[in-house]
């Protein structure tokens, strides 16, 4: 008999990934832990019950976060990574030779030498780089305390469940406004709408509350079931979606990257907005009738 | 305990989708058919089991299929579709009131039936709609019969396996353009090419054996795991991802359509193809460094 590892994330719908080896299963100080290798999917990550990364589809999540940000940018040298623990995000940030310093910082100091040694090739080598920062620690109180100064941050989190909840709120937007650059971007993993409307909605009200611009951007990862994931954004002086194909196509091509799923097409179809995500992002859908206006009716 | 549809479509990973009702369980001629409800998803028919439509996600499939051939044609008078038993291809094409005659040739026509029975709102009327011909049969010998003629095909059929995999090949697309109009396109379903590469790559060649024009595009199905699926397109004379989007809108806008996934950004999206799907398409990825030559050797 197979064995499978069922994934917990939602009560009425689950995805199964078989099991054909078992590398790690254990516990850190903040959360359960297994590593697992699958015939299509390679080696993968889960955090208590739910799937994080896996060899097979990893580029998808990693290269549709860090290359919108950076490309969109032009020109960070400073870097911030809050959480990122198998150091994908890490890894494709690094790709810039513009890059002079990459800060990381993952609660979960455990996990990442855990990832070090389970799936090294996510990282590929990054966390030997000597622009490399690796901080663990809780990315909230970094935020609060740091005198480093950032152009990118990036938030490779888990769902706003239990402690990660903070990171999707205006308390820690604040504190990333606060170690931004001028010209600086935020970007935020924030969920696969179809499943996870309100967390949408709800980040995004917080970086509207802090941010004067702010808004999400879509994507499929494979094993992020459920159609589109959203990358929440937010920047005081970058209008994201504005930044014209053009300009992205000359930066890709200039920084010479080599990449399996992200093109600067699909930096395009990034900020093509579907109809069911417009409304949870305050948008009315495209093509949708006007509301009919009440009759005036005499008192 | 909770019951729950496995669905058993790939041998190492797969979906499942609790069942909250039952409502059918049986087989027709030609396949074992499932009807249950599910809390988020609604009800769900599954074919030999595979999900093949949901309440809560089928308009993705249905939209994305149906409006891209439509507005790219701009005015399709005659439309077939083959397979489509559930009605939701049908449904939307009905939005049009440039469509005189729409022909439904699915082979199995007690799902047809079934379909009307435990998922009325997939159809939502369109089978009492005077310019539907509901004509259950073989669609591969429909096309090689009839003297029909039509300006958009839709191939909404399961995967190709078992009788199906003629409706991926290249007699069966030499049918579809002996009954298409001058202008006409076809659009078939293609997979999900993160773990179906092979059915597109083979299909896409078909196609091009037949057609002066083949492609693909993509775009996310829920309860289609894996990504993007692909769609097949093909066509002697419509280059489908040159039509501006800026024509898309005005047709968009002009059919007066309500939709509640598709609008002209999506469609823009819909050709932005990820470097993954390129080669299987026979394209270079984008930003790949140029092969490098090998060094001319004297003999």
Redesign the interface.
């Known amino acids: 008999m197979a064995k499978?590892f069922?994934e917990t994330l939602?009560?009425?719908?689950?995805?199964?990934?078989?099991i054909?080896e078992t590398l790690f299963r254990g516990k850190t100080k903040f959360q359960k832990v297994e590593f697992h290798r699958?015939?299509?999917?390679g080696r993968f990550l889960t955090l208590d019950g739910v799937i994080q990364t896996t060899e097979g589809?990893e580029f998808?999540y990693h290269e549709s976060m860090v290359h919108a940000a950076m490309l969109a940018h032009g020109k960070a040298k400073s870097v911030l990574i809050i959480g990122g623990a198998d150091g994908g995000i890490l890894r494709e940030v690094l790709k810039y030779k513009s890059v002079k310093k990459a800060v990381l910082v993952d609660i979960d100091g455990e996990l990442i030498d855990l990832c070090r040694e389970y799936v090294p090739s996510i990282n590929g080598g990054a966390f030997e780089d000597r622009r490399t920062v690796n901080a663990p620690g809780d990315g909230a109180a970094y935020v609060a305390e740091t005198d480093e100064r950032f152009d990118v941050i990036l938030v490779d989190s888990t769902d706003p469940q239990g402690p990660g909840i903070v990171l999707f709120q205006a308390p820690f937007f604040r504190n990333c406004r606060r170690v931004m650059n001028p010209g600086g971007i935020m970007v935020t993993q924030n969920g696969v709408y179809?499943?996870q409307q309100q967390e949408l909605t709800d980040a995004h009200k917080h970086r509207l509350k802090v941010f004067k611009k702010a808004g999400a951007y879509v994507g499929?990862?494979?094993t992020y079931?459920?159609?589109?994931m959203a990358f929440g954004w937010a920047s005081d002086t970058l209008d994201f979606p504005a930044v014209p194909v053009a300009t992205i196509r000359k930066r890709?091509?200039a920084a010479?990257?080599?990449?399996?799923?992200?093109?600067?097409?699909?930096h395009?179809?990034f900020?093509?907005?579907?109809?069911?995500v417009r409304p949870l992002l305050g948008m009315k859908?495209?093509?949708?009738?006007a509301p009919r206006r009440a009759a005036k009716r005499k008192a």
């Open positions: 499978w069922d939602y009560p009425f719908y689950r995805q199964a990934v078989r054909d699958n015939e299509r999917l589809d998808y179809f499943y499929p990862i494979p079931v459920g159609g589109h890709y091509k010479g990257l080599t990449t399996q799923y992200y093109n600067p097409d699909v395009q179809a900020f093509c907005l579907p109809n069911n859908p495209d093509g949708a009738p």
